[in-house]
């Protein structure tokens, strides 16, 4: 069981907004640790989608974004698009583990 | 740019050691970064297992930590996971990836990964 939950699947039709949750503890993003989400493919390596809570990284459409507040996080993709069906996970650190630590993914399928 | 490649044996028998290199270009190994390794059985998600530093310092997931050794060989621009005693489910595609941020190195994220080496555990 991961230490950051998210929700197994979330879904959506092309156009439409989406959000994942990420929700862990005072040991990590309630502790004022950033968080960053991935983007992964299928059958590809994880790719950073955004780092430091809200921030993208050059070549990251402005579609995705993110936020948090207290001890969540969310991602939230608007106008989706097919290419987008992939798995996002959401990483931060954890002082209890004294390392970083990941959610347990999220699948989202567009529709 | 910087670009990290997995190799190592794709098959290990239970009870031996895993060993893989993660060879990094476009870069050098001696920067300012952290080196990691992730790992991702297979339909799961990812587990971080540590992490090393230019100067050898090393952490390490506490799940994994009496199992993994973490080195790295500036020379030839590399860095290596050894996880002893492997068991059916050590079973996973192994990742290399660079730890990479300025300031608090708590804010660090993992922005650069190879492409993965699949390690099975059978005998």
């Known amino acids: 069981q991961s230490v950051l939950t998210q929700p197994p699947s979330v879904s959506g039709a092309p156009g439409q907004r989406v959000t994942i949750s990420c929700t862990g503890s005072?040991?990590?993003?309630?502790?004022?640790?950033?968080v960053h989400w991935y983007q992964q493919l299928p059958g590809t390596a994880p790719k950073l989608l955004i780092y430091?809570?809200?921030n993208r990284p050059s070549g990251v459409p402005d579609r995705f974004s993110g936020s948090k507040s207290g001890t969540s996080a969310s991602l939230a993709i608007t106008g989706l698009q097919a290419e987008d069906e992939a798995d996002y996970y959401c990483?931060?650190?954890?002082?209890?583990?004294?390392?970083?630590?990941f959610g347990g993914g999220t699948k989202l399928t567009v529709l | 740019q910087v670009q990290l490649q997995e190799s190592g044996p794709g098959l290990v028998r239970p009870s031996g050691t895993l060993s893989l290199t993660c060879t990094v270009s476009?870069?050098?190994?001696?920067?300012?970064?952290?080196w990691s390794w992730v790992r991702q059985p297979p339909g799961k998600g990812l587990e971080w297992i540590g992490e090393?530093?230019?100067?050898?310092?090393?952490n390490y997931n506490p799940s994994l930590k009496s199992r993994v050794t973490i080195s790295i060989d500036t020379s030839k621009n590399q860095f290596s996971l050894k996880l002893s005693s492997v068991t059916a489910a050590d079973t996973a595609v192994y990742y290399c990836?660079?730890?990479?941020?300025?300031?608090?190195?708590?804010?660090?994220?993992?922005?650069?990964w190879g492409q993965g080496a699949l390690v099975t555990v059978s005998s």
């Open positions: 990836a660079r730890l990479y941020g300025s300031g608090d190195y708590n804010k660090k994220r993992f922005d650069s």
């Open positions: 476009g870069g050098s190994i001696s920067s300012t970064n952290w």
């Open positions: 090393i530093y230019r100067r050898g310092t090393t």
């Open positions: 005072n040991y990590n993003i309630g502790a004022g640790y950033d």
């Open positions: 430091g809570n809200s």
């Open positions: 990483q931060s650190y954890d002082s209890s583990l004294s390392g970083w630590i």
